[in-house]
């Protein structure tokens, strides 16, 4: 056990102590850096349900900018959400929707920036999911059997681990 508790404290599971009890992890010695983070995910759907959304024809309005606004929403809110995460001042969100007719699928790709002493991924899933959750709920009434999917981080820039990217070692 206290092997296993070890391990934890030296970086493995930062959010533990000695102890093994959860904690937030101290940021107060780390230099402040400019860090960027950008998620991926999808939602599947039936043709019509896409064409639907394509079209601006759903009766609830412009689901893509409502589930755009919703990501900034939620990239700011994360904290509250994610029980262990630092409040974080960020200085940009982005969100952006890529319709891909042959596969009947909306892929979202969320960025978010700040500078601070930690990363922004987990605003960056946090606002992806919650921006595919906002297109279901638009149309669940139509497509109860939308499949969101493929969520992860893509990549992420800054602070001391520096730079990592998605399918690189």
Not at 39 to 44: F, K, P, Q, S, T
């Amino acid at each position: 056990m206290e092997q296993r508790l070890q391990a934890q404290h030296d970086g493995i599971l930062t959010h533990f102590d000695r102890q093994g009890a959860a904690h937030m992890v101290d940021v107060g010695h780390k230099m402040e850096s400019h860090r960027k983070a950008r998620a991926v995910g999808e939602i599947r759907m039936q043709p019509a349900t896409l064409e639907m959304i394509n079209s601006g024809q759903h009766k609830k309005g412009d689901v893509l900018g409502i589930a755009h606004v919703a990501a900034i929403m939620a990239s700011k809110r994360t904290a509250d959400l994610i029980p262990l995460c630092h409040p974080l001042a960020l200085t940009h969100v982005g969100a952006e929707f890529v319709t891909d007719e042959a596969q009947s699928r909306i892929e979202c790709r969320v960025t978010c920036e700040t500078v601070g002493k930690t990363g922004v991924e987990m605003e960056a899933l946090t606002a992806l999911s919650v921006a595919l959750l906002t297109i279901y709920d638009m149309c669940k009434a139509v497509d109860r059997g939308m499949v969101i999917g493929n969520i992860h981080l893509q990549e992420k820039r800054g602070g001391k681990s520096g730079h990592w990217q998605a399918g690189q070692a």
